[in-house]
T-cell receptor
Framework: AQSVTQLDSQVPVFEEAPVELRCNYS??????LFWYVQYPNQGLQLLLK??????LVESINGFEAEFNKSQTSFHLRKPSVHISDTAEYFC????????????FGSGTQLTVLP | DVKVTQSSRYLVKRTGEKVFLECVQD?????MFWYRQDPGLGLRLIYF???????EKGDIPEGYSVSREKKERFSLILESASTNQTSMYLC?????????????FGSGTRLTVV
C-alpha cells in the first residue's frame, strides 16, 4: 500500500515570502498525485494534480508543484504568499489496485504572518 | 456545480446517543468515503463504499457503522457516541477510477460529544 509523508506539520512564513511544502510518497510505480487545501472550518478542495505529461503543474492561485519520480516527491511551492493562503494543505497519492483509491498525508498547516 | 452535501455543520450529542451523519452527492458517483480529521493525525478513513449496499472498513471502523441504501446517500452511524468520537467528519465521493479524478469533499460536520 502507498504511504505519503508530509515532512512539516507547521510552516509559518511572512507575507510575500516564498514557501515550499514538502511531500514524499512511497512507491515508484506510476501514480497520480494531488494537493488539497482546507481553509478553516471547511472541507478539502482540490488545489492541483499531476496525472502525466509535464512534471510541473500549476493552480489558478499561483501555487505550483513538481513531480520528481526519482525522488518520489511532489513538493508544493509558491513564490510569494498572501495572508489568504493560510490553510492546511494535504498531499495525496493514488493507490493503484486499492478500492480506497487515494492515500493522504498528515497535512501541513501553512500560516502566513503579516 | 457538483456537490457533496453534509446535512449538519455542527452537532452536539450526549454520550451514549445514537448519531447519524448524512452525506448526499449529486454527481452520480459510485464511490463514497467517510473520514475523521483530528489535529496532528490528518485524515483517517473510517469506511468507504463502492456501490449501493456495499461497504468496506477503513483504518478506524471501530465504534462506527455505515449505510448506503441509495447511490447518492452515504450515512455514518455512531451506535453509542463517546467523547473520543468528538471530531471533524468529512464525506467524499469519486467516480470509478477516482484515482485519476481525485475526490470531491463535503464541508464537514464538527461533532462534539459531551
Amino acid at each position: 500500500a502507498q504511504s505519503v509523508t508530509q515532512l512539516d506539520s507547521q510552516v509559518p512564513v511572512f507575507e510575500e515570502a516564498p514557501v515550499e511544502l514538502r511531500c514524499n510518497y512511497s512507491s515508484s510505480v506510476s501514480v497520480y498525485l494531488f494537493w488539497y487545501v482546507q481553509y478553516p472550518n471547511q472541507g478539502l478542495q482540490l488545489l492541483l494534480k499531476y496525472l502525466s505529461g509535464s512534471t510541473l503543474v500549476e493552480s489558478i492561485n499561483g501555487f505550483e508543484a513538481e513531480f520528481n519520480k526519482s525522488q518520489t516527491s511532489f513538493h508544493l511551492r509558491k513564490p510569494s504568499v498572501h495572508i489568504s493562503d493560510t490553510a492546511e494543505y494535504f498531499c495525496a497519492v493514488s493507490d493503484p489496485g486499492s478500492a480506497r483509491q487515494l492515500t493522504f498525508g498528515s497535512g501541513t498547516q501553512l500560516t502566513v504572518l503579516p | 456545480d457538483v456537490k457533496v452535501t453534509q446535512s449538519s455543520r455542527y452537532l452536539v450529542k450526549r454520550t451514549g446517543e445514537k448519531v447519524f451523519l448524512e452525506c448526499v452527492q449529486d454527481m452520480d458517483h459510485e464511490n463514497m468515503f467517510w473520514y475523521r480529521q483530528d489535529p496532528g493525525l490528518g485524515l483517517r478513513l473510517i469506511y468507504f463504499s463502492y456501490d449501493v449496499k456495499m461497504k468496506e472498513k477503513g483504518d478506524i471502523p471501530e465504534g462506527y457503522s455505515v449505510s448506503r441504501e441509495k447511490k447518492e446517500r452515504f450515512s455514518l452511524i455512531l451506535e453509542s457516541a463517546s467523547t473520543n468520537q468528538t471530531s471533524m467528519y468529512l464525506c467524499a465521493s469519486s467516480p470509478p477510477g477516482g484515482g485519476a479524478y481525485g475526490y470531491t469533499f463535503g464541508s464537514g460536520t464538527r461533532l462534539t460529544v459531551v
